[in-house]
């Protein structure tokens, strides 16, 4: 591992202890110092040794977003999930409970689910033929008379995962035993999951539509909250988009992220979870929003029984943002608009990401089949959005192998941002205030550092 170290100023050599080096693992101070306030080095997204220490202090010690309980909606419904580097199945057992479940046999190790979807009783291991239910207990194991008499199938059931939780059904597990609950975990976000699911009148979803996958070459964490790149990355969308509003072909005119006018913020949640917080741009834009939405079969229904169980204020922004929270959770979940996103470390230049189309239950197929069709407009394979922001995500990577001057700036935004009563650090729209959000939290995981639950520690910076 250490030949794929990358020498960095400050940070230069392997094994020799120099800059806090020691046998090629950086030392907690080394890794405190490549996050300033304003900027982070350029190697914590491209040195393979760093990626190692990632998945280790991260991705299998914290809450890792694994699935919806809507997919596994049937006893026997399995889905195939990874938690860092480690392979589980997200199932549902006959006996109606949902477990998280290492993908190993705990013969020799084999995966013993190798289809990435599907419906079993029972999960049969290719490699010698041991048969685990699907709950997890070892059924039977081939030609049992080989074993001794001390050996108990019992006793090797598959293993779960350390812990698992799930927040109104969005499931989370972690390999560490102890930690903060997902509760605490999930921090100020958690109201941000609630604007998803309450968007439905039976406050309910179902991911039950498919999904589709990319690949880019280039590091998890630039899969961030950014409101600074839409103008340059989506250029010919943002143009389209125009071109139908100057056209009167139904869509308003998109406000100037720059321009300091439209109410749109950032907003750092905690525990590393940010948003771009478009809740009062777009209830702007409600009486049109919602005048296009009576046009669609079952949307006056849909607003009628919004407005009956909600306060005209709660019915009025889940309808106006539609679902949408626009918010990151660390360190592999984002919900935007609508589609839940997996994102799965696979190497430190390597990142696939898997999108989720979320239906909302008790509303008309209309509407639902609208919210897919606008999720394959930009984030489908061949969609105006989700291919260039991964093109930028490569050219992002591929510049920061150029390091001779090896920080990346971070900063916008840091002299206006403030703390808002909840809490929160609110910063415009094009702020940077995900990015510091994520590096933050990055910090507190990677160096040991207890995660903070409370708002004064998170202002008081790095
Ligand atoms: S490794 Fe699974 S049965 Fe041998
Ligand atoms: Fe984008």
Request: with cysteine; net charge negative; charged share 25%.
């Amino acid at each position: 591992m250490a030949n794929g170290a990358i020498a960095m100023n400050g940070f230069t050599g392997l094994d020799g202890g120099v800059g806090g080096v020691l046998n090629g693992r950086y030392s907690e101070e080394a890794l405190n110092a490549m996050v300033e306030r304003g900027r982070v080095h350029s190697a914590v997204y491209t040195d393979p040794v760093i990626f190692e220490i990632e998945l280790e202090r991260i991705f299998h010690r914290t809450w890792i977003y694994i699935g919806h309980a809507s997919e596994v909606a049937n006893a026997g419904d399995f889905r195939l999930r990874n938690i860092g580097r480690q392979p589980v199945i997200l199932v549902r057992g006959n006996d109606g409970v949902v477990r998280v479940l290492m993908n190993r046999c705990r013969h020799r190790g084999a995966v013993v689910c190798e289809v990435e979807a599907g419906r079993e009783k029972v999960f049969r291991c290719w490699f010698h033929g041991w048969t685990y239910d699907n709950t997890g207990r070892l059924l039977s194991v081939t030609a049992p008379e080989g074993y001794g008499e001390d050996f108990s199938v019992e006793e090797h059931s598959l293993t779960p995962a350390p812990r698992v939780e799930s927040y109104r059904d969005f499931i989370f597990a972690s390999l560490a035993s102890d930690g903060p609950s997902l509760r605490e975990h999930l921090a100020l976000a958690a109201p941000m999951i609630d604007l998803m699911i309450d968007a439905s009148p039976e406050r309910q979803i179902e991911v039950d539509a498919g999904a589709h996958k990319t690949i880019y070459k280039g590091n998890w964490k630039l899969v961030g909250m950014d409101g600074y790149h839409p103008n340059f990355v989506h250029a010919s969308v943002v143009a389209m988009w125009q071109r139908k509003a100057d056209a009167g072909m139904g869509a308003t005119h998109r406000s100037d992220p720059f321009d300091g006018k439209a109410p749109t913020y950032t907003r750092d949640l905690g525990n590393g979870h940010a948003m771009l917080d478009l809740r009062a741009h777009r209830l702007l834009h409600y009486p049109q929003y919602s005048k296009f939405l009576a046009g669609v079969p079952g949307g006056k229904e849909y607003m009628d029984a919004m407005f009956a169980r909600d306060s005209e204020e709660r019915a009025r922004l889940l309808l106006a943002i539609a679902g949408d929270p626009h918010t990151g959770i660390f360190p592999n979940m984002q919900i935007i608009h609508n589609q839940i996103r997996i994102i799965n470390p696979l190497a430190v230049g390597e990142t696939e990401v898997v999108m989720f189309p979320v239906l909302l239950k008790g509303v008309s197929p209309q509407i639902n089949a609208l919210r897919l069709r606008q999720h394959e407009s930009f984030y489908g394979p061949a969609a105006s959005g989700s291919p260039d922001d991964a093109e930028i995500f490569e050219r992002a990577q591929r510049g920061m192998m150029a390091q001779v001057n090896p920080w990346i700036d971070i900063s916008r935004g840091l002299a206006r941002e403030t703390v808002d009563s909840d809490g929160a650090i609110v910063g415009n729209v094009t702020d940077e205030v995900p990015q510091r959000a994520q590096m933050r939290q990055w910090v507190r995981l990677m160096t040991g550092a207890e995660s903070s639950k409370s708002a004064a520690a998170r202002a008081s910076g790095y």
